[in-house]
């Protein structure tokens, strides 16, 4: 963090001192990575500036850092030749993620100044439904013929190398362009120049298709440590590759939602300060209200009880630690078995041997937790009757919780639902409807209310 304050600050010192080639020498080593925040320092009629000052490379690979906002600011202020030279520098996915969250009269300005070739590789990328494979892919690559030696296949990686997304696993197609094996560079340079691709290149692969879930794609790198993986269409044929930085990208866009659902709002693109109020409101409040108005069984069932609750008032003061203990078991429970789900450690399969395991779970810590409660509730109320329905009621709530927070997920996964949307404040609510109803009915047997 230090060092990223060092360069902002020696950013603007050049600039407040007009020392243009320095600052353009200085530009040029600073990480890609790391210039938004420096953007973000500086005044907006300075952004431009210091952005002409970076070489054709420097600069694309800066505009990928941007954000979607600060990219249309910036295309707006660059000529149609800067623009041109932007877009003949950019990897083909990094075109296609750029211009899918443009305006209309923007992403037309971008393709007129787009090569012909390369705009008809952005509209086929585009056609792709969200969320598959084909939607994140690249279709720069390095493919290589079968008989080809590894001299051959060198001289095609150093001629073609710089243009493709990575050059760590190159692809050995037929005439056809279907996929016969993969060869990376750690192989290519073991083996002896005048052997043949065919002879040393992996057949035993791992390939995707283009419709597949993108979050069923990122699995597959965590499962098999790749750091690219092959697309290909129904026709079996080589049309695109996926690399691990796309993969990661994916990953935290699915994480972040899984958060959002999780904490019933609504998931969203932007960014926590970008998203206005408005918008933020409108994203929490529907969760909100079907939650408010489902927390009304609750009200109900204590209605109901009013003639036990007259009798007995002293009832009304455990209800609130019955019902947190209650939620916050089921949300334990959720949360480790949409972990799980998510992991592919558990299937819909398992639901009963997770039923089971949640069951002996709630059955331990349940029994623990009211002989705790049991004993302090003897010693202030000094009521043994007391102490048995509060310590019955709590071994009974942690087990309905632990069953809900384990079901739930796994029913939702069956119907094709995220799971996610089945965590705490669903399953709260459900589970303080429970605890209530079970209380107020073994207080009403053990008081003969």
Not at 313 to 326: I, N, R, Y
């Amino acid at each position: 963090m230090e060092d990223k304050n060092i360069e902002i600050e020696e950013v603007i010192e050049l600039i407040e001192n007009k020392k243009i080639n320095e600052l353009h020498k200085y530009l040029e080593n600073i990480n890609s990575a790391d210039f938004p925040s420096i953007l973000e320092n500086i005044d907006e009629e300075k952004v431009i500036m210091v952005y002409r000052l970076l070489s054709k490379e420097k600069a694309a690979e800066v505009f990928v850092e941007l954000d979607h906002d600060d990219q249309e600011k910036l295309i707006n202020c660059l000529t149609d030749r800067e623009i041109k030279n932007v877009m003949n520098e950019l990897f083909m996915d990094d075109a296609v993620d750029m211009i899918e969250e443009m305006p209309a009269n923007v992403v037309k300005r971008i393709l007129a100044n787009t090569k012909p070739e390369s705009r008809k590789i952005i509209n086929e990328l585009l056609k792709y439904p969200d969320d598959t494979a084909g939607s994140i892919m690249t279709t720069e690559f390095i493919d290589l013929k079968e008989t080809m030696t590894v001299e051959k296949a060198f001289d095609i990686i150093k001629e073609r190398g710089l243009q493709k997304e990575t050059v760590y696993t190159s692809y050995v197609l037929t005439k056809d362009r279907r996929l016969l094996g993969v060869i990376d560079i750690k192989r290519l340079l073991v083996a002896d120049r005048k052997e043949y691709v065919k002879d040393i290149m992996d057949t035993n692969f791992i390939k995707v298709h283009t419709l597949e879930d993108q979050e069923e794609v990122t699995k597959l790198f965590d499962k098999y440590d790749a750091v690219a993986i092959p697309v290909v269409d129904k026709e079996d044929r080589l049309v695109g590759i996926i690399t691990i930085d796309d993969a990661i990208d994916v990953m935290q866009e699915e994480t972040l939602e899984d958060f959002e659902k999780m904490a019933a709002i609504t998931p969203t693109d932007d960014t926590y300060m970008k998203t206005s109020v408005f918008k933020h409101a409108k994203n929490r409040i529907l969760w909100l209200l079907i939650l408010m108005l489902s927390a009304t069984i609750t009200g109900t069932i204590i209605t109901n009880y009013q003639a036990a609750i007259a009798s007995l008032p002293v009832l009304v003061a455990f209800l609130p630690m019955l019902m947190d203990t209650g939620g916050n078991s089921g949300s334990q429970a959720s949360t480790l078995i949409i972990r799980g789900l998510a992991m592919d450690e558990i299937s819909t399969k398992d639901i009963f041997k997770v039923m089971w395991k949640e069951f002996r779970i709630g059955l331990i810590v349940g029994t623990v937790l009211a002989i705790a409660n049991g004993i302090r509730i003897y010693i202030q109320y000094k009521s043994i009757q007391t102490s048995i329905v509060v310590a019955s009621t709590l071994v009974c709530t942690v087990i309905i919780a632990k069953l809900l927070g384990c079901i739930m997920p796994i029913t939702a996964k069956k119907l094709k639902l995220d799971p996610a949307i089945m965590a705490s404040p669903l399953i709260t609510t459900i589970v303080d409807a429970c605890s209530v109803f079970v209380f107020f009915n073994i207080a009403t047997a053990v008081f003969h209310l």
